[in-house]
């Protein structure tokens, strides 16, 4: 019988180099003949950009080159150019020169001459849409797709005027969907709400900044990053390096942290790949905190207007959500668009209307964040439920089971469907872990200057994909190679999504190897690194590869012992006759044959569907072993979906604005617990960031100048160890997703979105104010505590 | 008293309006930073580079450091700071730079058993002080230290960046306070931030390693 | 192009009339350096650049604490603020100050930052620190005190062109404690009270102390004054470590059994120096301490604040921060 992996404890291999200091980042490597590059940064929100002399830097001693725009290919708006004399935001990288040291690099871009034409810029996408209001690109503030050209869309002055200060104006959106009749059921609902609301951008702020180092030999295109993902890398860096893929070769063994800034190509890792190719030595750029502001993306802010229409039992009649996003200079994220799935999913409301609008801003450019969209909208229409629930006489954990969606739902104007759905599992496990019933007797409950806030909240990601490629390889050490595509970005899904491998080839994991971060060890064509997915995706594409291999060693074992394929088994890392175990042949043997036999037993021939990165990949293991290799065919129908619910008693003191999470409780639909201890890691540390999500992260711009205040992480203020609390109690519904082989899916995105709204729902039980934004500072609960006016109008970003 | 809240009326047009004076604005910006540069050239001090070396009256640059129990003979410019010259010199990589000013924790060392952020540290300064690393706090011939164990039986690192700091300021903890409380190892990691989330799990660690130390 | 400090002549005297001439001689392109942890973010930023650092560092007389005959205490410039956060004697007579040194930055920070340098830092507006030509910076403009400027975190009282406020947490702790500063020069040493240490934009827009090019802060004397009185701190902050002020307060205050007989108030983060409410001290003294006492004390804190736009929620913060402190 094989050993069972899935849903046990287990040390992944980098665990222990991590404690020890010996796991490299980008930053860690040295290459003989390494010099350093460095950026020159636009000083202003947007410009247009002369270089005028560059002859006193490059005089210095020590100055090895120069890389402006011309040097790399264009980019044309809304791409991100790797660099530009037309940068549309603070920070972005107009040139870069390489010296024998940093400090050479840095004292000559300050003797480069550049004049600069500031141009109009926008930070504010209420602003942009006013008539006459600037556009944050020269061709204007909004593209419909991505292949099309931006244009310059206005709303009329009418629209704002008729929605007044409080409310959201609405002219001509972006985006627009309908299902049902929403008028008709907000005349006929118990209750409505109806009311704007501001969910601010905010940054990553991973620790690692996304520093990279690049060579070039024999042609070949090395680069170095720090990146989520690993094998998704491949085809952007190709494209970006103007080289077939076979040239790129990519080594990302580590990666100190991305949230979704480092899933795919960057265009700042063009500029040492390029400098490197034009001064002929390798080139490490690396990048500050500051510049990881500005360079590292950001999730995208949210004004709305969001109404709820609900029924006398609660359930969720209608929802009319309009939301303005602020992009970055560039495509931005469809975060808007995945907050309506969410709306539509989690609350299955059955008339629903949506509108989005997407605008350009002159802020960093926006890239996917934890939960792109389904958190930034959980934490609004959390507290709207709360409200709701009060008001109809109902205790607030059932208004949501009542609404939660089941395994038949079909949601969105997509008629989407889902593989599964223990929403209302999680939240009965949740609310009994956390003593719910007990605990709300304390909501309001008063010590003195501090007040008691209970706190509920819910999140959904879709967190699965499927159709992409495995590959393992059998060699004569008698080994079973995994050959992950997937990035190392802290999850350890690279790790555990390799199990079934293990488990399926009945091989112990003492005897498994996992081949990993380093484009030459012959890694597969995966999904990235983002949107919770890869503990879905990549169970099946192990599970395609490892059953390939299963295939090839029972046709050897039949060619060498008799009889057919079918007749074998395989198990404790040998094939064997099922009628006559002791027809038997280890997987070194094997292994061997394998080699001997070539053509498909050793990889030299492979099927044709697979991908491109895949067939690159084959090169690096064709004749090591017995090779299996696979596009991942299983059947899928529906999204996946990550659902996560968060529980939280706080204490606010009413005097100082400050609350102190006194509990929190977490648990998940992720379908069956692949990894018990990443699994509870996630939840913790996905409910820590969203602790901050909600409280003090913070992404402030002068509105004068566009001058950035929060470039450094006191000013970001990502939560510290003495923010959140020091325990925190998690768990898993642990039923199996039916669309996995492994009955797994992921859940990393929601686990953020939950302890945000959850927080804030507290907040709001506590403070009993509709703040309607988010975050929640404590200057905002001193004044509304201190029954003042808020400094900030309703629709304000930025502050 | 209060010059403006939120009954003003949200006019978008004023700062279309304030373009132009805006565009006054940047020029000014940018002027202040080329005469900066300027001072810098008076002052002659952005003259020098790494091949320079100090002026009279300037420390030595070739100097010993003690790192990891080895006397450690390096040339240290005046500039430079203690996690250059570990990551960069002494070939020391686990010493992460996460914000190199003081904000994060991930460069923490210690010296002379006390914690510090060796990016905001001239190496200079430390005198013949004694540096212990995250490739120090082991046995001699290799062995974990019982936190480090620890870490990775709690799967404390998530994405491992910080993990050399949380590391360091444990042992330090330890090594004055043996047998803390949850809390006493809270407030020690006060200054290593974590952004992947994994608090819970790192003073799990320590609590545990304390206890078996 | 930050974060690579230009390059600078490193000197290590070992005492402190050495120091003190070696900064004569450098004039305005002379930088003391203390623990370096303000320092050191000036130089990477690339605004501030001395030619000449003096690391005050390796003389031995600008540390440790001394007792006093009077029974206050002499706390060298130089002492770490974790040195000072665990001195018994500190502990027990003035422990207003230790639970302000618990409260600054982070542990890290602390065990290399100095008292004398968290002291003397310089203001942290972030218009400021980034380096534009802002009055502070020796310019012509505060772009914090603009129709539009981002200013939660500046002041409420003593604006004059610059809001930046004071970001110190032992700063105000010193203050209510009748603290003195020892400064040293070429020409001698001079005493001078928090008081006067400490000064606003009126008086010296493009610096918080008096200290001028050539001076050293040598010690920090607490008179036997506040020895062992009743003491309370509070910094609220958006984060809990590693954050500076939204406001933050100290008190001491002597009690004879529930009358306040005399006390010291002093809040930070809302003027460009440690704000002593002399008000509501002399509203208070003679008074029972309870909550009447409280709300009267608290009514009159922050009167006379000069909000700014995104500012104005630190006028019930401080009238909370006194209420509470009151009201103990």
């Given at each position: 019988m094989a050993e069972k992996l899935m849903g046990k404890n287990f040390t992944p291999q980098d665990v222990r180099a991590k404690v020890t200091g010996t796991g490299k980042y980008t930053e860690d490597f040295r290459v003989d003949g390494m010099c350093y590059v460095k950026m020159l940064n636009c000083p202003m929100p947007s410009a247009n950009v002369t270089i005028v002399d560059t002859s006193e830097a490059l005089a210095m001693d020590g100055v090895l080159g120069i890389l402006t725009s011309d040097d790399v290919p264009p980019n044309p708006a809304p791409g991100f150019p790797i660099l530009s004399n037309e940068p549309r935001q603070l920070g972005q990288p107009i040139l870069a020169i390489a010296a024998e040291t940093e400090s050479i690099a840095a004292e000559a871009l300050e003797k480069v001459k550049l004049t600069y034409e500031a141009q109009p810029f926008s930070l504010d996408p209420l602003q942009s849409l006013y008539p006459g209001g600037p556009d944050a690109l020269t061709e204007g503030n909004f593209v419909k797709s991505r292949?099309?050209?931006?244009?310059?869309?206005?709303?009329?002055?009418?629209?704002?005027?008729?929605?007044?200060?409080?409310?959201?104006?609405?002219?001509?959106?972006?985006?627009?969907?309908?299902?049902?009749?929403?008028?008709?059921?907000?005349?006929?609902?118990?209750?409505?709400?109806?009311?704007?609301?501001?969910?601010?951008?905010?940054?990553?702020?991973?620790?690692?900044?996304?520093?990279?180092?690049?060579?070039?030999?024999?042609?070949?295109?090395?680069?170095?990053?720090?990146?989520?993902?690993?094998?998704?890398?491949?085809?952007?860096?190709?494209?970006?390096?103007?080289?077939?893929?076979?040239?790129?070769?990519?080594?990302?063994?580590?990666?100190?942290?991305?949230?979704?800034?480092?899933?795919?190509?960057?265009?700042?890792?063009?500029?040492?790949?390029?400098?490197?190719?034009?001064?002929?030595?390798?080139?490490?750029?690396?990048?500050?905190?500051?510049?990881?502001?500005?360079?590292?993306?950001?999730?995208?802010?949210?004004?709305?207007?969001?109404?709820?229409?609900?029924?006398?039992?609660?359930?969720?009649?209608?929802?009319?959500?309009?939301?303005?996003?602020?992009?970055?200079?560039?495509?931005?994220?469809?975060?808007?668009?995945?907050?309506?799935?969410?709306?539509?999913?989690?609350?299955?409301?059955?008339?629903?209307?949506?509108?989005?609008?997407?605008?350009?801003?002159?802020?960093?450019?926006?890239?996917?964040?934890?939960?792109?969209?389904?958190?930034?909208?959980?934490?609004?229409?959390?507290?709207?439920?709360?409200?709701?629930?009060?008001?109809?006489?109902?205790?607030?954990?059932?208004?949501?089971?009542?609404?939660?969606?089941?395994?038949?739902?079909?949601?969105?104007?997509?008629?989407?469907?889902?593989?599964?759905?223990?929403?209302?599992?999680?939240?009965?496990?949740?609310?009994?872990?956390?003593?719910?019933?007990?605990?709300?007797?304390?909501?309001?409950?008063?010590?003195?200057?501090?007040?008691?806030?209970?706190?509920?909240?819910?999140?959904?990601?879709?967190?699965?994909?499927?159709?992409?490629?495995?590959?393992?390889?059998i060699r004569p050490d008698g080994k079973l190679y995994i050959h992950s595509g997937v990035g190392n970005l802290g999850t350890y899904s690279y790790a555990s999504a390799s199990r079934i491998a293990a488990e399926t080839l009945g091989c112990s994991w003492e005897n498994t190897v996992i081949e990993r971060g380093d484009s030459r060890r012959g890694l597969?064509?995966?999904?990235?690194?983002?949107?919770?997915?890869?503990?879905?995706?990549?169970?099946?594409?192990?599970?395609?590869?490892?059953?390939?291999?299963?295939?090839?060693?029972?046709?050897?074992?039949?060619?060498?012992?008799?009889?057919?394929?079918?007749?074998?088994?395989?198990?404790?890392?040998?094939?064997?006759?099922?009628?006559?175990?002791?027809?038997?042949?280890?997987?070194?043997?094997?292994?061997?044959?394998?080699?001997?036999?070539?053509?498909?037993?050793?990889?030299?021939?492979?099927?044709?569907?697979?991908?491109?990165?895949?067939?690159?990949?084959?090169?690096?293991?064709?004749?090591?072993?017995?090779?299996?290799?696979?596009?991942?065919?299983?059947?899928?129908?529906?999204?996946?979906?990550?659902?996560?619910?968060?529980?939280a008693m706080i204490e606010v003191d009413t005097e100082t604005g400050k609350y102190e999470i006194l509990e929190y409780t977490s648990t998940v639909d992720c379908g069956t617990v692949m990894h018990p201890q990443s699994l509870d890691q996630q939840i913790r540390g996905g409910g820590v960031m969203g602790m901050g999500m909600a409280s003090t992260d913070r992404m402030v711009y002068d509105p004068q100048n566009g001058l950035c205040a929060t470039v450094g992480l006191y000013q970001t203020k990502a939560p510290s160890i003495l923010d959140v609390p020091s325990t925190m109690d998690v768990g898993a519904v642990d039923k199996p997703d039916p669309q996995s082989p492994a009955g797994v899916k992921g859940v990393g995105e929601p686990v953020m979105g939950c302890a945000a709204a959850a927080i804030l729902s507290a907040i709001a039980d506590a403070t009993g104010t509709n703040f309607n934004r988010t975050p929640v500072d404590p200057d905002m609960i001193v004044n509304a505590m201190a029954g003042r006016p808020q400094s900030y109008k309703p629709l304000q970003v930025n502050i | 008293m209060q010059k403006k809240f939120s009954s003003d009326r949200f006019d978008p047009l004023s700062t279309v309006r304030d373009a132009l004076s805006r565009r006054h604005f940047i020029k000014g910006v940018i002027a202040a930073g080329t005469v900066a540069g300027a001072a810098g050239l008076v002052t002659g001090c952005s003259d020098s580079s790494d091949s320079s070396g100090g002026a009279a009256g300037s420390v030595e640059r070739l100097i010993t450091v003690n790192v990891n129990g080895k006397a450690r003979p390096v040339d240290v410019m005046p500039n430079e700071t203690l996690a250059h010259t570990l990551r960069n010199k002494l070939g020391l990589t686990g010493t992460k730079i996460g914000c190199d000013r003081g904000s994060c924790g991930a460069c923490t060392v210690m010296i002379d058993g006390v914690t510090n952020n060796s990016c905001s540290v001239l190496t200079h300064t430390l005198r013949g002080a004694n540096v212990i690393t995250v490739e120090g706090v082991g046995g001699a011939n290799g062995e974990l230290h019982p936190i480090q164990q620890a870490m990775i039986e709690e799967l404390a690192p998530q994405c491992g960046f910080c993990t050399p700091g949380q590391v360091v300021s444990g042992v330090s903890l330890l090594q004055r306070n043996p047998n803390p409380t949850r809390e006493e190892v809270r407030y020690a990691l006060a200054g290593n931030l974590c952004r992947c989330g994994a608090y819970n799990n790192y003073v799990d660690a320590i609590v545990k390693a304390a206890g078996s130390a | 192009m930050k974060d690579m400090m230009p390059n600078f002549n490193l000197v290590q005297p070992s005492d402190v009339e050495s120091a003190a001439n070696i900064l004569a001689e450098a004039g305005e392109n002379g930088w003391a350096m203390a623990g370096g942890q303000d320092s050191l973010d000036w130089f990477k930023d690339r605004i501030k650049r001395p030619t000449t650092v003096v690391d005050l560092s390796g003389i031995e007389a600008l540390t440790g604490i001394r007792e006093m005959a009077d029974g206050g205490v002499e706390i060298g410039a130089m002492t770490t603020l974790t040195d000072v956060e665990n001195n018994a004697v500190i502990k027990e007579k003035f422990g207003l100050l230790a639970s302000a040194e618990a409260r600054v930055a982070s542990p890290q920070i602390r065990n290399k930052g100095t008292l004398g340098g968290n002291i003397s830092q310089d203001a942290r507006c972030w218009y400021y620190r980034s380096g534009i030509d802002c009055y502070r910076a020796g310019g012509t403009t505060c772009y914090a005190d603009t129709p539009e400027g981002m200013n939660r975190e500046h002041c409420l009282f003593g604006a004059s062109r610059c809001v930046a406020v004071s970001p110190s947490d032992t700063a105000i702790a010193l203050t209510s404690l009748d603290a003195s500063m020892v400064i040293q020069n070429s020409s001698g040493e001079t005493v001078v009270a928090a008081a006067d240490y400490f000064i606003g934009p009126a008086i010296d827009i493009e610096n918080m102390t008096i200290l001028k090019p050539g001076d050293i802060l040598t010690a920090i004397r607490i008179p036997a004054t506040w020895a062992g009185a009743d003491f309370y701190f509070e910094k609220i902050a958006d984060r809990n470590t590693w954050d500076f002020a939204l406001v933050n307060i100290a008190t001491a205050m002597k009690m004879n059994g529930n009358i306040i007989e005399d006390i010291r108030i002093t809040c930070g983060a809302v003027e460009c120096v440690p704000k002593r409410l002399n008000v509501v001290e002399d509203i208070v003294r003679g008074s029972e301490r309870n909550e009447d006492t409280a709300n009267l004390g608290a009514g009159a804190a922050a009167r006379g604040a000069v909000p700014l736009n995104y500012n104005h929620f630190k006028i019930p913060l401080m009238e909370n921060l006194v209420r509470k402190a009151l009201r103990g």
């Open positions: 292949s099309e050209s931006p244009v310059s869309h206005k709303w009329s002055a009418r629209d704002f005027a008729v929605a007044g200060e409080e409310n959201m104006p609405m002219g001509e959106p972006g985006m627009e969907w309908n299902v049902g009749d929403v008028d008709a059921a907000f005349t006929d609902a118990a209750y409505v709400i109806d009311e704007s609301f501001v969910v601010a951008s905010s940054t990553h702020q991973a620790l690692e900044p996304r520093s990279t180092l690049s060579y070039w030999e024999n042609g070949k295109c090395f680069i170095y990053g720090s990146s989520q993902s690993q094998s998704w890398m491949m085809p952007g860096l190709a494209s970006m390096m103007q080289v077939p893929l076979s040239d790129i070769v990519y080594i990302a063994e580590f990666c100190g942290g991305g949230f979704g800034a480092k899933a795919s190509p960057y265009p700042t890792m063009g500029i040492p790949a390029y400098m490197s190719k034009k001064i002929n030595r390798p080139c490490m750029l690396r990048i500050t905190r500051a510049e990881e502001y500005h360079i590292g993306g950001s999730r995208p802010g949210f004004q709305g207007q969001l109404k709820v229409g609900f029924d006398k039992a609660g359930k969720v009649t209608a929802i009319d959500c309009y939301i303005v996003q602020s992009n970055g200079p560039n495509n931005g994220s469809g975060d808007y668009s995945a907050a309506a799935g969410a709306l539509a999913l989690v609350y299955t409301p059955t008339n629903m209307r949506f509108r989005g609008m997407p605008v350009f801003t002159n802020k960093p450019y926006i890239i996917s964040q934890r939960g792109p969209g389904q958190n930034q909208i959980a934490c609004i229409m959390e507290p709207f439920m709360d409200r709701a629930a009060k008001q109809l006489g109902i205790d607030r954990i059932m208004i949501r089971e009542i609404n939660a969606p089941d395994h038949d739902v079909v949601f969105s104007n997509r008629k989407s469907t889902v593989t599964s759905s223990y929403l209302r599992d999680a939240l009965i496990m949740g609310s009994e872990k956390f003593n719910w019933k007990e605990k709300i007797k304390l909501s309001g409950k008063r010590n003195g200057t501090k007040v008691i806030g209970i706190g509920v909240g819910q999140a959904y990601h879709s967190a699965g994909s499927n159709g992409f490629d495995g590959l393992v390889t597969p064509w995966v999904l990235a690194q983002f949107g919770s997915n890869t503990t879905f995706t990549t169970t099946r594409t192990n599970f395609a590869a490892a059953n390939a291999a299963k295939d090839k060693l029972k046709e050897i074992a039949a060619m060498d012992l008799g009889g057919t394929a079918e007749d074998y088994e395989v198990d404790n890392e040998t094939v064997f006759l099922k009628s006559d175990p002791a027809k038997v042949m280890t997987f070194a043997q094997a292994a061997t044959r394998a080699i001997e036999l070539g053509g498909v037993y050793d990889g030299h021939e492979y099927p044709d569907d697979l991908h491109d990165v895949t067939k690159a990949a084959m090169a690096h293991v064709q004749g090591v072993g017995l090779v299996g290799v696979s596009k991942d065919k299983m059947p899928k129908e529906g999204s996946v979906p990550a659902l996560a619910t968060g529980y | - | -």
